[in-house]
């Protein structure tokens, strides 16, 4: 694709090239035409007819000479220093002293001039210092050309590679997106039928008052979830609401054998943390704790501020006393707690820590640290 680009650029380099030669061109004769006229012709009072038509056919003339000088001065382009210092200057002398011959005869042509060629080396003299000029404004142009050229194609580089970083930004967005989206939306199937299983259950022995306040409660929980995009954060406050959807689900299973203790600084209520954070920490310790124990047990949510970093403690009273190992994340705790890990990797990349032990009065901590973020 830069190439292309750089192809493009250079072509309309080239013809910008073409027009700017024709200009100077005619500008460098033009000038050299008027100064002519000016200096010589109107100064010693020689305004005749012959006079200039001889300075118009003099320009005319050093016009097609310095344009095949200049198709020589493009042939050796490429050659060294010298080489092109050599023949150039050997070209300059050549057409200097043909143009020169030609602009003296036109004059013994055009008018009575009979002691014309006594003053050769004087119009030879100034034909080398015309023509000198002339490959100084040839050079000049070719390295302006050049820079142009160079800087052109860098910009056009740098717009190419611009667009490529916008494009490749915009693909990992999306690619972010999605794959929020397939973790956070792979934590409601084991939700659902666990509670899909639960209202089964209320049914079978006929509780349809609690079935359909269950169906109520995973309405509003489901509705929750489906409001908000998985890469969306919304205050720990409203997690905190939304996890006591999900929490008033369970407890129409659990009744009694469920017990919370929640404790959310009120600084830190304000914090934002991804939506449905929470959720699948606390189903974990449902699974693994709440429902292996017959008395059942309580569940623990301590959140505050400390060093600018936001510090989410949720823990459970386990469902035997086993003490003193640390858990491994991927292997004992499920895929919810893997999938928070990912989600809160994508989000904060490696500013986060996220770690479960078995706690040693029994049970299972889960210690979340994040930014403190606050909303605008």
């Known amino acids: 694709m830069i190439n292309a680009i750089n192809q493009s650029v250079k072509l309309a380099i080239k013809q910008d090239a073409t027009h700017r030669f024709w200009f100077w061109q005619a500008s460098f004769w033009l000038f050299l035409s008027t100064v ?50 050599s023949v150039g200057m050997f070209m300059v002398f050549i057409f200097a002293f043909i143009w020169t011959i030609f602009r003296m005869q036109a004059l013994a042509w055009l008018t009575p001039a009979d002691q014309v060629w006594g003053e050769f080396g004087g119009w030879f003299f100034a034909s080398i210092f015309i023509f000198l000029c002339w ?55 084991h939700f659902l039928c666990n509670t899909l299983n639960a209202i089964n259950s209320l049914i079978e022995i006929e509780e349809s008052t609690k079935a359909q306040a269950m169906t109520v409660q995973l ?118 707690l893997a999938n928070t890990e990912q989600r809160l990797s994508v989000l904060y990349d490696n500013d986060y820590q996220i770690n479960t032990m078995r706690r040693a009065e029994g049970g299972r901590s889960t210690c979340i640290n994040m930014p403190f973020e606050l909303s605008d």
């Open 36 to 85: 002519s006229f000016l200096t010589l012709t109107l100064w010693y009072s020689q305004v005749t007819l012959a006079n200039v038509v001889h300075t118009i056919l003099q320009a005319i003339l050093g016009l097609f000479f310095s344009v095949i000088l200049y198709r020589i001065f493009d042939q050796i382009w490429d050659k060294s220093v010298i080489y092109r210092l």
């Open 219 to 336: 309405s509003q929980f489901l509705r929750h979830s489906l409001d908000n995009d998985p890469d969306t954060k919304i205050t720990l406050k409203d997690e905190i609401a939304a996890l006591n959807l999900y929490l008033e689900i369970e407890k129409t299973r659990f009744a009694d054998r469920l017990q919370l203790d929640f404790y959310v600084d009120e600084h830190a209520q304000k914090a934002l943390v991804p939506s449905l954070l929470l959720q699948p920490i606390i189903e974990n310790s449902m699974k693994h704790a709440i429902s292996k124990n017959e008395k059942g047990g309580t569940i623990e949510l301590r959140a505050g501020i400390n060093q600018g970093r936001l510090i989410i403690e949720i823990s459970d009273t386990g469902a035997s006393n086993v003490q003193g190992k640390p858990l491994d994340l991927k292997k004992e705790t499920g895929v919810g």
């Open 135 to 189: 490959t100084g404004l040839f050079h000049g142009i070719r390295y302006y050309e050049l820079l142009q050229s160079e800087h052109e194609i860098m910009l056009g580089a740098e717009a190419a590679t611009r667009k490529e970083h916008i494009k490749r930004i915009e693909a990992q967005s999306v690619a972010r997106d999605a794959k929020l989206k397939m973790l956070r939306y792979q934590l409601n199937p």
